[in-house]
């Protein structure tokens, strides 16, 4: 029996550690790693779901060429003659920018960026740029503080206030969740504020319902009482907050009685909001990705930053705001290759089908890896036409997603057990490897040895000179002065030691002004305000919405707010098995249009329609349709019902913009 320390490679806040056995009698086996510094040895269902996926008999495991709408086996010297084939004919025909390369963070390992330096080394391709995840609330964090970090994990235990802002640690964190209770148990108070009464409010002290999309005015208006009353730290104020003057002309029109109509969040609520944040120190954020999925989620991430600044809660133990890690960047060597040598195309993930049906040169040849992009981009409706359109498409995948039954060729990769690689994540500081315990299923090859073959038969070799191993060797080169290697890390995960426990503990902010930027020239210069204002996403529309929901006097077309959140059991449409749609609303929203739990509905936006199986809990806020994301029924999924739209910063693509209507569905 064969045991190895191994790691979880998905691109979730938890990054657990793995035990993996495998034998031939008992198959493949995953425990949690009990001296993984966080995740301390329990695991997920998605950890035991990819355990399962290796040996699955949906599992890819021999090249696919599409012949007359049938795939065939091929043999991998085929598939690189015709791909090779193809990427030359692009070249000569149309350029590099002839070629889209669609990648995200399906497998978070170092290696897997290979794929990019390969398409760089062709003088770079047509690519999206932005973000689907996190880009506006980053690029938000970079505004006011200079760079997105956080605390370590366990410095919420010496919290006395903890707010979970849009997050759901229960369901996407499941390893805070220890931390979480230990803090509970030591005296700290835990809120929730949310649209939804999520999982974790199962042990918070109280639940704030807040309007979707409103959580940057209420924001606000907690900061208009703050200023108000003088409930500041004036101290650290003076110290280390820069632009306070601008922040609270701004935040002076954020009166109590408008936030109340904007968010659903009573006058009285917000005061005590405004009282705890200010008096229970040390108080920790926690902030979910859904906050800035709309159009203004930059600004909201910018209002609650402003909360922290306020009243001084950074820089100490059990104080702070927690949204990413960004500390790996710059410590560790990558494997892309210089900006200077090569020139990309890109378009923004909100638009980019928009644009590729529009480019020019067209796209001639799509090649997919790390992702699934007929599911998960936005208006997968337009997506689905203009995928059709591109004469070749190619998809790397260890199953056939959606987006590889429609591709031309389908070349099977590696799953975490059957390669090693480095697992260092935006979330995490601990490092650590997956290894190598099993032989590739079939002819699965990993992506590293595919584009380095790849490369060697268009003549790239030297940009493509290493061994995998030799590859991660470089990658850790830097940190060989700390004494981690790649043989160290085989021993099981370890911390980075140049992460601090405590981020900005020295207080030097790496904003222009060294201080936190409530008012930001940057800001000023790239989007045209200096100071956040999230009350410019909302319309007089918005307002009008929320004042006569309360009378039911609604008429709007499309009237309600779609959410699609992360699903519990899966991440995106990894580990999805969707036969129909699910859809969760409020019992007034049942009530209006004659629905119970088991009818079946019709959810309409301005771009599309689904049809879906109703659940009604009072735990959706009663302006919501909740669909979970990720699956898809008959090859269309959830975001078949929005389009791209802009976001204020970051290029972030706002997924929790649309607007639905419901319909009953009376049709057996």
């Not at 470089?474 to 601090?500: C, D, F, H, K, M």
């Amino acid at each position: 029996m064969a045991i190895l320390r191994s790691a979880c490679p998905l691109n979730c806040p938890d990054s657990c550690g793995f035990i993996v056995e495998y034998s031939e009698d008992k198959g493949l086996r995953v425990q949690g790693d009990k001296e993984h510094p966080l995740t301390k040895g329990f695991i997920c269902s998605k950890a035991q779901a990819q355990a399962q996926w290796v040996f699955s008999a949906e599992r890819l495991r021999f090249p696919l060429l599409k012949d007359q709408g049938t795939f065939r086996r091929i043999s991998w010297d085929e598939a690189y003659t015709l791909l090779v084939d193809k990427i030359r004919e692009t070249l000569k025909e149309v350029g590099s920018w002839g070629i889209l390369h669609h990648y995200d963070y399906g497998h978070n390992g170092t290696l897997r960026e290979l794929d990019r330096r390969f398409f760089q080394a062709l003088g770079g391709v047509t690519e999206p740029r932005g973000s689907m995840c996190w880009g506006a609330g980053l690029r938000a964090q970079e505004i006011d503080f200079g760079g997105a970090y956080a605390n370590d994990w366990a410095q919420v235990t010496q919290a006395k206030l903890i707010i979970l802002w849009g997050r759901d640690p229960a369901v996407t964190n499941l390893h805070m969740v220890p931390f979480l209770l230990e803090a509970k148990k030591a005296g700290a108070t835990i809120l929730v504020i949310n649209p939804v009464r999520v999982k974790s409010g199962d042990f918070a002290q109280d639940y704030i319902q807040v309007n979707p999309g409103s959580d940057g005015v209420l924001a606000m208006g907690i900061a208009h009482i703050i200023l108000r009353e003088g409930w500041l730290n004036w101290e650290f104020v003076r110290q280390s907050v820069h632009g306070l003057e601008a922040f609270a002309l701004r935040a002076k029109e954020y009166e109590p009685e408008r936030v109340a109509q904007l968010t659903g969040v009573s006058v009285e609520k917000q005061e005590e909001l405004a009282y705890k944040i200010s008096h229970m120190g040390p108080m920790t954020i926690l902030s979910g990705y859904g906050l800035q999925r709309y159009s203004g989620g930059g600004n909201t991430l910018r209002a609650i930053d402003a909360l922290i600044a306020l009243t001084g809660n950074i820089g100490k133990p059990g104080a702070g705001i927690q949204y990413g890690y960004l500390y790996h960047r710059g410590y560790l060597n990558h494997v892309k290759l210089d900006s200077s040598r090569y020139q990309s195309r890109t378009f923004p993930h909100s638009f980019f089908a928009e644009e590729i049906e529009k480019a020019h040169p067209p796209v001639q040849l799509a090649v997919v890896t790390r992702s699934n992009p007929l599911v998960q981009q936005p208006n997968s409706l337009l997506w689905r036409e203009v995928w059709r359109e591109i004469p070749f498409k190619v998809t790397f995948d260890t199953t056939l997603t959606e987006t590889a039954r429609q591709s031309d060729l389908v070349l099977p990769v590696t799953t975490a057990f059957e390669d090693e690689d480095l697992i260092a994540t935006s979330w995490s500081p601990i490092l650590q490897l997956t290894q190598k315990i099993v032989e590739p299923q079939g002819e699965a090859r990993s992506e590293a040895l595919v584009f380095t073959e790849l490369a060697q038969r268009l003549g790239l070799g030297d940009d493509f000179s290493y061994t995998p191993e030799q590859w991660l060797d470089y990658v850790l080169s830097p940190l060989n002065r700390y004494g981690i290697t790649l043989e160290s890390l085989r021993q099981g995960p370890i911390r980075a030691p140049y992460i601090p426990e405590v981020a900005w503990s020295d207080l030097q902010f790496k904003t222009p002004s060294g201080k936190i930027e409530l008012a930001s020239e940057i800001a000023l210069a790239v989007y045209g305000d200096a100071v956040a204002d999230p009350l410019l996403s909302h319309s007089k529309e918005d307002l009008q919405r929320h004042q006569e929901f309360s009378k039911t006097q609604n008429q709007s077309e499309y009237p309600w707010y779609l959410i699609t959140p992360h699903p519990h059991h899966a991440l995106h449409s990894q580990f999805q098995e969707t036969e129909d749609f699910h859809l969760y609303i409020h019992p007034q929203l049942a009530e209006k249009y004659y629905l119970s739990t088991g009818d079946r509905a019709l959810v309409e936006t301005e771009h599309g329609q689904l049809l879906a199986w109703v659940s009604v809990s009072e735990d959706v806020h009663p302006q919501a349709v909740v669909i979970p994301e990720g699956g898809a029924v008959d090859g269309f999924g959830v975001n078949q019902l929005l389009i791209g739209k802009p976001s204020d910063f970051g290029e972030s693509t706002p997924y929790y913009e649309a607007r639905c209507q419901l319909r009953k569905w009376l049709v057996d």
